[in-house]
């Protein structure tokens, strides 16, 4: 016979305290449970009850527990040993752990049992009481001295039937059920939004030492920063325009792609608005916004030739106060020749002005070849900070340089082979499997790299603001193509292998597709396909980890 402690390794106070709960614990019955140590914190106090016992037929019994010697006189309990002589309330320490401990039962939802029969008691175990001893608040059934350590337990049960009249004793599962309120409301060890968070926060910190390379260039107002993904440019991007537009300047930071300028229209406006810059978008957006008026998605004659060239006349009759003391922009290899003229002209000062630009080679994904008219001073940035390892290393062969791998371990990558036309719906079983596996919607990508997803299609005829306003939001995953999803990231991306348009830029486009997952991925597709486009050190990277789990 011997009841069930919780917590399993109890921590106690004093040796006093040990021995009680020792020998109470061998007299109790198999169903009933001793709590040790449990504390109850609310607005006004914080208290600790040395020990709770719950027992089935009978009620709870609250116990406080004093070593040494314990002396009661003029209505003052007092405590003595090891030099100390102190005044103790060990019957108010009782009482009031009760109040709480029914209190929080009764604050929470799965007690539905009402108040249990209560008592409260005090255990010295280590004095020995006068046989005259009486107290007003504590009569002789609630105190327990060293003569009835022995049979602490019948003492126990003894005072609860005091109590016969009052409440009902707890049952069996009444008491499993305290124990369970007791226990609290847990967070699960392994709780994958909380790990995502963690993830993300190391991510952070890892990027944000890149500042050191603005504090290394700060004297450099032209500039060419090359990495590869993962390495932090868009970060620095941003903080490059927040540190000028701080400093009084008027800048622009523009980009291509119309998700990625939405992202950095919505990390802008969280900033303190003395810091945000003047103009946030896409290149062509700002000579719309200058008058230029809007063609066609389909019109690419208007979004390559006619609008930039548009552009260049209206710079030059811009009053000074519309242009631009410096510009930024984020994955300028997408930039074409012609659109370079127009962002010099933007610049208050063509021949001087500070112009950042922020390029990986490898993500050049378009036809269109364009340099900067000026001369840019290099600057290489070698750590991948935001992809796991493994990750990183299913796309490191393709990076146009070698990079370091900063991002930490994660799980394998998933390869999943299927035929090339088979991949959409491979991949939209693996993203379904993902949101069972507890996913965060938010959290999961499906990204195909040649046609569209018929999800992605129905979302895009809402209108690219409507479509883009998906990314944000938590009702579903996120479709998209690798092209419109450049300079982008989510934790986890399945990736359907679902063809190329044009072969001679699908290695670029699977370098993009495979490095858009922060801590999952997934890919879809014909191994040999990937082969040929990849080359055999990505077949490699997919197949040594295709028995990595979904989550």
């Known amino acids: 016979m011997s009841a069930r402690v919780f917590p399993a390794e109890p921590t106690f106070e004093s040796h006093a305290e040990r021995l009680f709960a020792q020998a109470l614990r061998e007299q109790l019955p198999d169903e009933a449970v001793m709590v040790c140590g ?38 003052e309990w007092r405590q003595h040993g090891g030099g100390i002589d102190k005044r103790i309330r060990p019957v108010d320490q009782a009482l009031g752990c009760k109040y709480a401990l029914r209190s929080y039962l009764r604050s929470d939802r799965r007690w539905t049992a009402g108040d249990p029969r209560m008592a409260h008691l005090v255990a010295l175990p280590t004095t020995t009481l006068p046989e005259e001893f009486a107290a007003p608040d504590a009569p002789r059934w609630m105190v327990l001295d060293h003569g009835d350590l022995s049979d602490a337990a019948g003492r126990i049960a003894s005072a609860l039937r005091q ?171 997408d930039f074409a020749e012609s659109w370079w003229p127009a962002v010099v002209a933007a610049l208050r000062s063509p021949d001087d002005g500070c112009l950042y630009v922020f390029a990986d080679e490898g993500q050049r994904v378009f036809a269109r070849q364009g340099r900067p008219p000026v001369a840019l001073t290099p600057f290489n940035l070698n750590e991948n900070l935001r992809n796991t390892k493994q990750i990183a290393g299913t796309f490191g062969s393709l990076t146009p340089s070698q990079m370091k791998y900063r991002g930490g371990d994660g799980v394998p990558v998933r390869f999943i082979q299927c035929a090339t036309e088979a991949a959409l719906d491979a991949a939209d079983d693996a993203a379904v499997e993902l949101l069972d596996a507890s996913w965060p919607n938010d959290a999961v990508a499906l990204l195909t790299t040649y046609k569209r997803h018929p999800e992605q299609a129905a979302r895009q005829k809402q209108g690219p603001e409507a479509y883009w306003a998906s990314f944000w939001e938590d009702d579903d995953l996120f479709y998209g193509h690798v092209l419109g999803f450049k300079g982008l990231e989510r934790p986890a991306v399945v990736l359907a292998v679902n063809g190329f348009r044009d072969e001679e830029r699908a290695r670029e486009m699977l370098y993009v597709g495979l490095s858009r997952a922060r801590d999952l991925l997934v890919v879809c597709g014909d191994l040999e396909l990937i082969r040929r486009v990849g080359g055999d050190a990505v077949a490699h990277r997919l197949t040594s980890g295709r028995t990595g789990p979904l989550a």
């Not at 700060?218 to 537009?245: H, P």
């Not at 710079?315 to 994955?331: C, Q, Y």
Request: aromatic fraction near 8%.
């Open 163 to 333: 109590l016969e009249h009052d409440t009902a004793p707890p049952t069996p599962e009444d008491v499993e059920r305290l124990v369970e309120c007791l226990a609290g409301v847990g967070i699960p060890q392994q709780d994958l939004v909380a790990n995502l968070h963690e993830r993300e926060a190391e991510c952070d910190l890892l990027t944000r030492e890149q500042a050191r390379v603005l504090d290394m260039l700060e004297d450099n107002t032209r500039v060419e920063v090359r990495g590869g993904a993962g390495s932090g440019k868009t970060w620095l991007a941003l903080e490059k325009a927040r540190r000028m537009t701080a400093a009084g300047q008027r800048v622009a930071v523009m980009c291509y792609s119309r998700g990625l300028a939405e992202y950095l229209k919505r990390r802008v406006a969280t900033w303190p608005e003395k810091q945000r810059p003047a103009y946030v978008g896409t290149f062509h957006y700002l000579g719309i916004g200058w008058g230029v008026g809007e063609g066609s998605d389909d019109d690419s004659r208007y979004w390559e030739e006619y609008l930039p060239g548009e552009m260049v006349s209206l710079a030059g009759a811009l009053p000074e106060s519309e242009r631009f003391d410096g510009i930024v922009i984020d994955e300028a290899q």
């Open 38 to 75: 449990q504390r109850f914190t609310d607005r006004k106090d914080d208290r600790e009850a040395d020990l709770i016992v719950a027992w089935p037929g009978f009620g709870v019994a609250v116990i406080e527990v004093k070593g040494g010697s314990v002396s009661f006189r003029n209505g």
